[in-house]
């Protein structure tokens, strides 16, 4: 089945230390998005990627850094410099097929920071 | 003043009956709408594109007006399941990528 998974699905994490968040698609898309959302908020942009090996800064991105190194595959590692790291973060993308540029989303990442 | 704004809700339908919200963008140059469903705690889920010239899919009508800058979702007979919060989405890109921006969602709640 095609999709996108989204490891893991929660995530602790003690003050200072980095984390990386896995996001991986089999649907070939092209486009991949980092989201965070909030309680209550809207989803915030944090990263997006168009194409392999090229990527650029969404509404959020201190404290956050990505690779696109394979088209399948986009991961987010959220650094020590991030400083309220604890929230849901979503994965997404888009350029299929028939679904012109809708977005389509990973299950999540719930981060909290210990 | 954010770029996209809804009623946060909650909007509490009684089983059967039809709710409607909307939700206004601030950007003129706004190209592509979409309407997402989340449910509690999970990832939000394409429920339907907006066309220029309104489309519908079963009980759900997405409605776009352009003048005053908003898309609508109607929702008719409505179910139990259809409890979630609705997210609208906007991106001025044409492109098969884009930046979207979010609205908060809007609740609503179906009672029995």
């Known amino acids: 089945d095609g999709g996108i998974t989204q490891s893991p699905k929660y995530l602790f994490r003690k003050e200072g230390q980095n984390v990386t968040l896995s996001c991986e698609q089999n649907l070939n898309h092209d486009a991949m998005y980092w989201y965070r959302q909030d309680p209550g908020q809207g989803l915030r942009l944090i990263y997006y990627?168009?194409?392999?090996?090229?990527?650029q800064k969404g509404d959020i991105a201190e404290g956050y850094s990505v690779s696109r190194e394979k088209k399948e595959s986009f991961p987010l590692t959220v650094t020590s410099a991030q400083k309220n790291p604890t929230a849901f973060y979503l994965c997404?993308?888009?350029?299929?097929?028939?679904?012109?540029?809708?977005?389509?989303f990973g299950p999540g990442t719930r981060l909290t920071v210990l | 003043r954010k770029e996209v704004e809804q009623d946060p809700g909650p909007f509490n339908v009684p089983e059967g009956a039809t709710v409607a919200f909307n939700c206004t963008y601030s950007n003129s140059a706004s190209q592509s709408f979409f309407w997402y469903r989340q449910d509690c705690r999970k990832e939000p889920k394409l429920l339907m594109s907006v066309y220029s010239s309104g489309n519908e899919d079963g009980r759900f009508t997405a409605q776009l007006n352009r003048a005053s800058q908003y898309i609508s979702l109607l929702i008719r007979d409505s179910k139990l399941s259809d409890s979630a919060t609705y997210l609208c989405?906007?991106?001025?890109?044409?492109?098969?990528?884009?930046?979207?921006?979010f609205g908060a969602g809007t609740q609503v709640v179906v009672t029995p």
């Open positions: 989405a906007v991106t001025t890109s044409a492109d098969s990528w884009g930046k979207f921006q």
């Open positions: 990627s168009q194409i392999v090996n090229d990527f």
């Open positions: 997404a993308s888009s350029g299929g097929t028939g679904h012109y540029n809708e977005q389509f």
